[in-house]
């Protein structure tokens, strides 16, 4: 399942953040993360994880998914990454990879069900995510203050960036729920919901049983 969800960040917010990553951030090698494979086609920098901005931005950042309601549902979260905040000029590029299974974190390790891109500057051209699903390869262009959520097990890469800097954040997920499928049902059932809640009484009998079901749901597939 490929999301996109909307203004995760707002705009003033966001041009705090550009100030601070272009002032104040000690950028490094985009490879030192990198597994063996993707060290070879990873071409941009990024900041460690411990920088004293990525730690600033990334509790901002991670306050404001917790208040998005479409992101718990999406992604229905168990255990998130650190942040990691990417710097593309022109080109660099990330080839084709796919997403370390396992990452090893200060809080211990991690299994990768989704993997995240939020966009935090969007004045530059090239630089597309694309990422390959059922469907063939599905070209991403974000808004500043969007994000994708998609699955770590997706081939993805970076198109070269021609002019401007891409700045992202980026992070992965364990879910409460392994299986993509499952947690597409899940989330299409949460919208129905809310949607169906919108236009009956949030107790009408009908909102309560699909409720019920939807929690059953996750009570059988969820993993503690």
């Given at each position: 399942m490929l999301v996109v969800l909307d203004?995760?960040?707002?705009?003033?917010?966001?041009?705090?953040?550009?100030a601070r990553l272009r002032r104040d951030a000690h950028w490094l090698d985009g490879r030192m993360t990198a597994g063996h494979q993707s060290?070879?086609?990873?071409r941009n920098r990024q900041l460690a994880e411990d920088d004293p901005v990525a730690l600033e931005l990334s509790a901002e950042i991670g306050a404001a998914l917790h208040r998005s309601p479409r992101f718990v549902s999406a992604a229905l979260p168990q255990?998130?990454?650190?942040?990691?905040?990417?710097?593309?000029?022109?080109?660099?590029?990330?080839?084709?990879?796919?997403?370390?299974?396992?990452?090893?974190?200060?809080?211990?390790?991690l299994r990768?069900?989704?993997?995240?891109?939020?966009?935090?500057?969007?004045?530059?051209?090239?630089?597309?995510?694309?990422?390959?699903?059922?469907f063939g390869p599905r070209e991403i262009r974000l808004r500043a203050g969007q994000m994708v959520l998609y699955p770590s097990s997706s081939l993805h890469r970076v198109e070269p960036v021609q002019r401007g800097e891409r700045l992202v954040a980026v992070f992965w997920l364990?879910?409460?729920?392994?299986?993509d499928a499952q947690r597409r049902i899940l989330f299409e059932l949460d919208h129905s919901i809310q949607a169906l809640g919108g236009e009956l009484d949030p107790l009408h009998a009908q909102v309560v049983a699909l409720t019920a079901i939807y929690h059953n749901l996750v009570r059988r597939w969820a993993e503690p």
């Amino acid at each position: 399942m490929l999301v996109v969800l909307d203004d995760i960040i707002e705009a003033d917010a966001l041009g705090a953040m550009r100030a601070r990553l272009r002032r104040d951030a000690h950028w490094l090698d985009g490879r030192m993360t990198a597994g063996h494979q993707s060290a070879r086609v990873k071409r941009n920098r990024q900041l460690a994880e411990d920088d004293p901005v990525a730690l600033e931005l990334s509790a901002e950042i991670g306050a404001a998914l917790h208040r998005s309601p479409r992101f718990v549902s999406a992604a229905l979260p168990q255990r998130i990454s650190p942040l990691l905040f990417n710097s593309y000029g022109p080109g660099q590029t990330f080839g084709a990879h796919v997403d370390n299974a396992i990452r090893m974190t200060g809080r211990g390790t991690l299994r990768t069900d989704l993997s995240a891109t939020l966009m935090l500057d969007d004045d530059f051209e090239g630089g597309a995510l694309v990422i390959e699903d059922v469907f063939g390869p599905r070209e991403i262009r974000l808004r500043a203050g969007q994000m994708v959520l998609y699955p770590s097990s997706s081939l993805h890469r970076v198109e070269p960036v021609q002019r401007g800097e891409r700045l992202v954040a980026v992070f992965w997920l364990q879910s409460l729920i392994r299986d993509d499928a499952q947690r597409r049902i899940l989330f299409e059932l949460d919208h129905s919901i809310q949607a169906l809640g919108g236009e009956l009484d949030p107790l009408h009998a009908q909102v309560v049983a699909l409720t019920a079901i939807y929690h059953n749901l996750v009570r059988r597939w969820a993993e503690p």
